[in-house]
Nanobody, 113 residues
Framework: VQVVESGGGLVQPGGSLRLSCAASGFTVGSSSMSWYRQAPGKKRELVARITSSGGSTNYADSVKGRFTISRDNAKNTVYLSMNSLKFEDTAVYYC???????WGQGTQVTVSS
């Protein structure tokens, strides 16, 4: 089983990024999939989740209206589209199938001018 995040990088405030989470060894459509993040000195926090059916999503209050989680079952990939990025969005972002205990290694997102 592998969960591999990509798409992180350095972006200016107000900018956008799209993170990708490519899974192998299991089907993303069979599990709720989540994005978490951890900023330096802070606890890991849930950013967004999408149910296995794809019919329901939920977001941390801090990212509502700015971030969108989606899934492409054909590509076995989950995405996190991030708009209007703020300094406080700087963190390592992790993709996870928490039910199965599958986590990726994370991708760094840095928002800086």
């Amino acid at each position: 089983v592998q969960v591999v995040e990509s798409g992180g990088g350095l972006v200016q405030p107000g900018g956008s990024l799209r993170l990708s989470c490519a899974a192998s060894g299991f089907t993303v459509g069979s599990s709720s999939m989540s994005w978490y993040r951890q900023a330096p000195g802070k606890k890991r926090e849930l950013v967004a989740r999408i149910t296995s059916s794809g019919g329901s999503t939920n977001y941390a209050d801090s990212v509502k209206g700015r971030f969108t989680i989606s899934r492409d079952n054909a590509k076995n990939t989950v995405y996190l589209s991030m708009n209007s990025l703020k300094f406080e969005d700087t963190a390592v972002y992790y993709c996870a199938a928490v039910t199965w205990g599958y986590w990726g290694q994370g991708t760094q997102v840095t928002v800086s001018s």
